[in-house]
């Protein structure tokens, strides 16, 4: 079956700590996205990238930092620069170049203390 | 600004009581628009895209339908599975193709 798969589901890190979230699609879609979503808010997007070896800063990019250095895969890093790093993590992928929906990952909850 | 703006944001509905959400959006021209079903703790499901006014897509007990300004999800006979945040986007054309605004969601709680 084709899908998006994140991991881990729970991350637990303590202050300081560099944490790194996997991201790996088997749809053949070109692009994929990192989203931040909070309680009350809409998802933000992070990081996107449209294809492999080239990816661009989103709204909230400060702290955090990506890869694609292949078509499958797109991992987040959240940097002990993030300020409030605690939230749920979304990857997403789509075709590219067009009004083309997003197909999203299960998710990581990512608690910082 | 594009914006979008979603409504209620949160609705109780017995079983088998029909009822619509709304998705405002103000955006110079729209590419798509996407709603998603999403369930507490997992990632948003895609449901349909709509692109221009007087389109109307169906899936079971939903209908989207799209007007110049706002989008309706109207709920036929609800059942408790139906119970989710619904959430709306839209991708304008006055940016990439990259670009998804989502609204905050409407959590719909189905009672039996």
């Given at each position: 079956?084709?899908?998006?798969?994140?991991?881990?589901?729970?991350?637990?890190?303590?202050?300081?700590?560099n944490?790194?979230?996997?991201?790996?699609?088997?749809?053949?879609h070109?692009?994929?996205?990192?989203?931040?979503?909070?309680?009350?808010?809409?998802?933000?997007l992070?990081?996107?990238?449209?294809?492999?070896?080239?990816?661009?800063?989103?709204?909230?990019?400060?702290?955090?930092?990506?890869?694609?250095?292949?078509?499958?895969?797109?991992?987040?890093?959240?940097?002990?620069?993030?300020?409030?790093?605690?939230?749920?993590?979304?990857?997403?992928?789509?075709?590219?170049?067009?009004?083309?929906?997003?197909?999203?990952?299960?998710?990581?909850?990512?608690?910082?203390? | 600004?594009?914006?979008?703006?979603?409504?209620?944001?949160?609705?109780?509905?017995?079983?088998?009581?029909?009822?619509?959400?709304?998705?405002?959006?103000?955006?110079?021209?729209?590419?798509?628009?996407?709603?998603?079903?999403?369930?507490?703790?997992?990632?948003?499901?895609?449901?349909?895209?709509?692109?221009?006014?007087?389109?109307?897509?169906?899936?079971?007990?939903?209908?989207?339908?799209?007007?110049?300004?706002?989008?309706?999800?109207?709920?036929?006979a609800?059942?408790?599975?139906?119970?989710?945040?619904?959430?709306?986007?839209?991708?304008?054309?006055?940016?990439g193709?990259?670009?998804?605004?989502?609204?905050?969601?409407?959590?719909?709680?189905?009672?039996?």
């Amino acid at each position: 079956d084709g899908g998006i798969t994140q991991s881990p589901k729970y991350l637990f890190r303590k202050e300081g700590q560099n944490v790194t979230l996997s991201c790996e699609q088997n749809l053949n879609h070109d692009a994929m996205y990192w989203y931040r979503q909070d309680p009350g808010q809409g998802l933000r997007l992070i990081y996107y990238s449209q294809i492999v070896n080239d990816f661009q800063k989103g709204d909230i990019a400060e702290g955090y930092s990506v890869s694609r250095e292949k078509k499958e895969s797109f991992p987040l890093t959240v940097t002990s620069a993030q300020k409030n790093p605690t939230a749920f993590y979304l990857c997403a992928s789509s075709s590219a170049g067009g009004a083309y929906e997003q197909y999203f990952g299960p998710g990581t909850r990512l608690t910082v203390t | 600004e594009d914006q979008v703006t979603q409504s209620p944001e949160a609705l109780r509905l017995q079983e088998g009581e029909s009822s619509s959400l709304n998705c405002s959006y103000t955006v110079s021209g729209l590419r798509g628009l996407f709603w998603y079903r999403q369930d507490p703790g997992k990632g948003p499901e895609f449901l349909f895209t709509l692109y221009s006014a007087g389109e109307e897509k169906e899936k079971e007990r939903l209908k989207a339908t799209l007007t110049k300004k706002e989008s309706f999800l109207h709920i036929t006979a609800p059942k408790p599975e139906d119970s989710a945040t619904y959430l709306c986007a839209v991708q304008p054309t006055t940016s990439g193709t990259y670009k998804y605004i989502f609204g905050t969601g409407t959590r719909l709680k189905v009672l039996a």
